[in-house]
C-alpha cells in the first residue's frame, strides 16, 4: 500500500510540475457586469468551474452566486452553489474529475475520493446499525452487499471505480486489484472453510473469481449434506445443498465421488452476469470436499447505470428482473484466459494441508439422515429452469417476473 501511495504522490507532483504557466485572460479584463451577463448564461456547476479559474473570479462571483467559500482552498473543499442539489453537484465534480487523475466519484457519497488512499475504503466488517453510523455511504452499500454475499469479502465499489480509471490511463492497477481479493481458512460446524477471491481486469472490465472450499470429515456419510453460505447472486440464494437438490444440482453420494465430473458444469444466472460451477472430490481418509467456484463480471465502472454494477449493490430497491444475454460459460473463459478451469488448483498444497489438519475428524450427529428434497427446478443448457406444477422456489427463473418491481 505504501508503494501505491508513493507512486500516487509522484504522479500528481509531476501532474503539477508539467502544468503550462496560465496567461491572464483577455475575459477578466471585462467589467464585472459584463462577466456577470456571461455566466447568467452558463449552468449552475459551470459557474463553479468559471470561479475556480483565479481569484478574482471566485471573489467576484461567490457573492453573486452564492458560492461557497472556505479559509484554505484545496480539493477537498470545491464546493458548488450553495443551494445546489445532488444532480448539480455530481455534474460540478464530473467537470473537476477530468484534471484529476488520482481522483474518482463516488456515486454514493457525491464526492471526489483520493486514489491513493483507496485502502481506507476497504469493508472490514460486516454492517451493522450501530457501527455503521461512522461510515460512508459507500462503505454501508458495499457491507450490505457483501451481507447477502452479492460480492465476495472486501469488495468495494469505490476500490473497483479507482482500478477501471487506473487501468483506462494505462497505468498499474495490481496495488487496487490485490485490495480486492481476499483468502482466508476457518472452522465451522461440521467442516473447514477456504475462501478465495481474486480480481482481474479483461476486455476492460471487472472479473471476480470467488471460489469457497468446503472440507467434510470423511466418516459423513449418505445423504451429503452442508449448510453453508454458498453464495451465487440475488436471483438465486443457495445456503445448503438441499438448496443444490432444490434447484436440481446433482449432489453426489460419497460413494460417487471419487473421480465425479459435475453433471451441470457452469451455470449462468438468467438476470445478472454471474456464473456459477458446483464440484465434489474426495481425499480418500483424509476427507471430502465440496467446491463453489462463481464468476462475476462487474463492468467497466464508466456509468452508475451499469446493471453489471448496479445489480450487486445492497441496502437499495435494485430488485432487476431484466434479462441478460451472453455466453455461457463466457465469464469463466475471459477470467481464465481460455484456458481449461481446473477447480482442484486455486488452493495451494499448504491451503489443502491447513484444510485437512482444521477439519472434523467426525460428523456431528445433526448432519445424518437428512430427509430428501423434491427439486422444483432443474437445470437446461447452464439455465437454471422452474419444473412446471411446481411452486416458486428461490432460484431465477421466469416466475419471478411477477415480483420485478417489489423491492429487496
Keep these: 500500500m505504501n508503494t501505491l501511495k508513493r507512486r500516487s504522490r509522484h504522479s500528481a507532483q509531476r501532474h503539477l510540475q508539467t502544468q503550462p504557466t496560465a496567461l491572464e485572460s483577455p475575459f477578466l479584463k471585462l467589467p464585472l457586469e459584463l462577466i456577470y451577463l456571461t455566466a447568467s448564461h452558463l449552468p449552475t456547476e459551470?459557474?463553479?468551474?468559471?470561479?475556480?479559474?483565479?481569484?478574482?473570479?471566485?471573489?467576484?462571483?461567490?457573492?453573486?452566486?452564492?458560492?461557497?467559500?472556505?479559509?484554505?482552498?484545496?480539493?477537498?473543499?470545491?464546493?458548488?452553489?450553495?443551494?445546489?442539489?445532488?444532480?448539480?453537484?455530481?455534474?460540478?465534480?464530473?467537470?473537476?474529475?477530468?484534471d484529476l487523475p488520482l481522483h474518482i466519484i463516488c456515486p454514493h457519497c457525491n464526492k471526489l475520493?483520493?486514489?491513493?488512499?483507496?485502502?481506507?475504503?476497504?469493508?472490514?466488517?460486516?454492517?451493522?446499525?450501530?457501527?455503521?453510523?461512522?461510515?460512508?455511504?459507500?462503505?454501508?452499500?458495499?457491507?450490505?452487499?457483501?451481507?447477502v454475499r452479492y460480492t465476495p469479502p472486501r469488495f468495494s465499489s469505490t476500490i473497483f471505480l479507482m482500478a477501471m480509471k487506473t487501468h483506462r490511463r494505462g497505468c498499474d492497477t495490481s496495488p487496487l486489484l490485490d485490495l480486492l481479493s481476499y483468502?482466508?481458512?476457518?472452522?465451522?460446524?461440521?467442516?473447514?472453510?477456504?475462501?478465495?477471491?481474486?480480481?482481474?481486469?479483461?476486455?476492460?472490465?471487472?472479473?471476480?473469481?470467488?471460489?469457497?472450499?468446503?472440507?467434510?470429515?470423511?466418516?459423513?456419510?449418505?445423504?451429503?449434506?452442508?449448510?453453508?453460505?454458498?453464495?451465487?447472486?440475488?436471483?438465486?440464494?443457495?445456503?445448503?445443498?438441499?438448496?443444490?437438490?432444490?434447484?436440481?444440482?446433482?449432489?453426489?453420494?460419497?460413494?460417487?465421488?471419487?473421480?465425479?465430473?459435475?453433471?451441470?458444469g457452469i451455470i449462468y444466472c438468467n438476470y445478472c452476469h454471474t456464473?456459477?460451477?458446483?464440484?465434489?472430490?474426495?481425499?480418500?481418509?483424509?476427507?471430502?470436499?465440496?467446491?463453489?467456484?462463481?464468476?462475476?463480471?462487474?463492468?467497466?465502472?464508466?456509468?452508475?447505470?451499469?446493471?453489471?454494477?448496479?445489480?450487486?449493490?445492497?441496502?437499495?430497491?435494485?430488485?432487476?428482473w431484466d434479462e441478460v444475454i451472453y455466453p455461457r460459460g463466457s465469464i469463466c473463459d475471459a477470467f481464465e484466459g481460455g484456458e481449461?478451469?481446473?477447480?482442484?488448483?486455486?488452493?495451494?498444497?499448504?491451503?489443502?494441508?491447513?484444510l485437512f489438519a482444521r477439519r472434523p475428524l467426525v460428523a456431528l450427529a445433526s448432519e445424518r439422515g437428512q430427509g430428501k428434497v423434491e427439486p422444483s427446478h432443474m437445470i437446461i443448457d447452464g439455465r437454471i429452469v422452474r419444473v412446471p406444477s411446481t411452486e416458486i422456489g428461490r432460484c431465477c427463473d421466469h416466475s419471478h417476473q411477477q415480483y420485478r418491481h417489489r423491492p429487496f
Design 46 to 98: 459551470s459557474v463553479a468551474c468559471l470561479s475556480l479559474c483565479n481569484h478574482y473570479l471566485y471573489s467576484s462571483l461567490k457573492t453573486e452566486y452564492h458560492l461557497k467559500t472556505e479559509s484554505i482552498f484545496t480539493i477537498d473543499n470545491l464546493h458548488p452553489p450553495r443551494d445546489a442539489d445532488s444532480i448539480v453537484m455530481n455534474a460540478f465534480l464530473h467537470l473537476l474529475e477530468r
Design 183 to 264: 483468502k482466508k481458512i476457518e472452522s465451522c460446524a461440521g467442516f473447514t472453510q477456504l475462501h478465495i477471491s481474486e480480481a482481474r481486469i479483461r476486455n476492460d472490465s471487472l472479473l471476480i473469481r470467488d471460489q469457497k472450499v468446503f472440507m467434510l470429515p470423511a466418516s459423513r456419510k449418505n445423504p451429503f449434506t452442508l449448510f453453508g453460505e454458498f453464495g451465487f447472486c440475488r436471483h438465486c440464494v443457495l445456503h445448503s445443498t438441499d438448496d443444490l437438490l432444490c434447484c436440481g444440482i446433482y449432489v453426489p453420494t460419497v460413494e460417487e465421488m471419487d473421480n465425479y465430473v459435475s453433471r451441470e
Design 340 to 354: 481449461d478451469f481446473e477447480f482442484d488448483l486455486i488452493m495451494t498444497k499448504k491451503d489443502e494441508m491447513e
Design 275 to 320: 456464473e456459477l460451477r458446483i464440484d465434489f472430490k474426495s481425499y480418500g481418509k483424509a476427507g471430502n470436499a465440496m467446491f463453489v467456484t462463481r464468476w462475476m463480471d462487474i463492468g467497466e465502472g464508466r456509468d452508475v447505470d451499469d446493471v453489471k454494477w448496479r445489480v450487486r449493490l445492497g441496502g437499495g430497491n435494485e430488485w432487476l
Design 113 to 147: 475520493h483520493f486514489t491513493p488512499l483507496a485502502e481506507r475504503h476497504l469493508v472490514t466488517e460486516r454492517y451493522s446499525p450501530t457501527t455503521s453510523k461512522t461510515w460512508s455511504k459507500c462503505r454501508t452499500r458495499d457491507s450490505l452487499s457483501q451481507g
